[in-house]
């Protein structure tokens, strides 16, 4: 069973450790490329803020794996 990874600003993506997911805090569009590029393979669902997906773009984020949902507005 795969894992659960959220990257974005800290205020947003911190909360969800409390559920057992992997935090990745990123507040630039540099860190939040860096952070997806260094996902453990292990990862199959990744929860991206609305600010992290602009900086990821549609072309990562349409991808096959991980799965990846962008949090509401």
């Known amino acids: 069973m795969g894992t ?40 199959t669902l990744v929860i991206v803020t609305p600010t992290a997906a602009d900086a990821l773009g549609p072309e990562v984020l349409d991808g096959v794996r991980p799965l990846t949902a962008v949090m509401p507005v």
């Open 4 to 43: 659960v990874a959220a990257i974005g600003e800290r205020t947003k993506v911190a909360p969800l450790a409390l559920a057992g997911v992997s935090v990745l805090p990123a507040e630039d569009p540099e860190r939040v490329r860096e952070a997806w590029a260094a996902l453990p393979p292990d990862v």
